[in-house]
């Protein structure tokens, strides 16, 4: 089975710059999740998806962040603009719904904002 | 709301020798628990949960953890440690009950190993 595939890797940007990062779920999990997780900290939830639908989106800040899960697969999270706090990995993590007893995670996009 | 406090930023234990990483967790109602690893340049991976039933969970790598209900605790423990144990290793908690129950994730212990 293949895991949850995350793109880029990497990313460097200037501050004010936009940026966006690409996830692929398990095929079939119905819940995706966006954690940001900033050096030296746990992940922090930013946004979870039901299907194509925002399930939570709280701690989203929505003036320079946007999700979107069209179709109910993918999922793109885009800023704009960044700063410079904004430097953390983003994980992407799927489950096959919500309250489910596991969420796989995958490899996580380092952002470095200068 | 859930919360989960890691009560330890940092463990540094010789090879061999065991280990325990400590996981206190806060909740008005049932909740399963996690414990997750993450090796350096990684996503996380998950190590052993407790759903219900026998208090003592056993996971992948030779990791236990035990749930302690009225200490509201869920400890990681394994006997004897290997350099390849050297990570960040995270509690999480999540309601299975709430239609919108999320992962709340601890502030992380690294793990790191002596030789």
């Known amino acids: 089975e293949a895991g949850v595939a995350q793109s880029p890797r990497y990313k460097i940007i200037e501050k004010r710059q936009s940026v966006a990062f690409w996830c692929n779920p398990i095929?079939?999990?119905?819940?995706l999740y966006w954690y940001q997780q900033i050096l030296g900290q746990g992940p922090k939830l930013l946004i979870q998806f039901q299907n194509n639908g925002v399930v939570d989106d709280s701690q989203l800040p929505k003036d320079r962040f946007s999700a979107e899960r069209l179709k109910g697969v993918d999922s793109t999270l885009k800023i704009q603009p960044a700063k410079l706090e904004d430097s953390a990995v983003y994980l992407c993590a799927s489950s096959s719904q919500t309250g489910a007893t596991e969420a796989f995670f995958g490899q996580g996009t380092r952002l470095t904002v200068v | 709301a859930q919360s989960v406090t890691q009560l330890d930023s940092q463990v540094p234990v010789f090879e061999e020798a065991p280990v325990e990483l400590r996981c206190n967790y806060s909740?008005?109602?049932?909740?399963?628990l996690f414990w997750y690893v993450q090796y350096p340049n990684q996503g996380l991976q998950l190590l052993l949960k407790y759903l219900s039933g026998s208090t003592l969970v056993k996971g992948i790598n030779g990791f236990e953890a035990e749930f302690n209900k009225s200490q509201t605790s869920f400890h990681l423990r394994k006997p004897s440690v290997h350099i390849s144990d050297t990570a960040e290793y995270f509690c999480a908690v999540i309601s299975p009950y709430s239609s919108a129950s999320k992962i709340i994730f601890g502030s992380g212990t690294r793990l790191s190993i002596r030789p």
């Open positions: 909740s008005s109602v049932s909740v399963y």
């Open positions: 095929s079939g999990h119905a819940t």
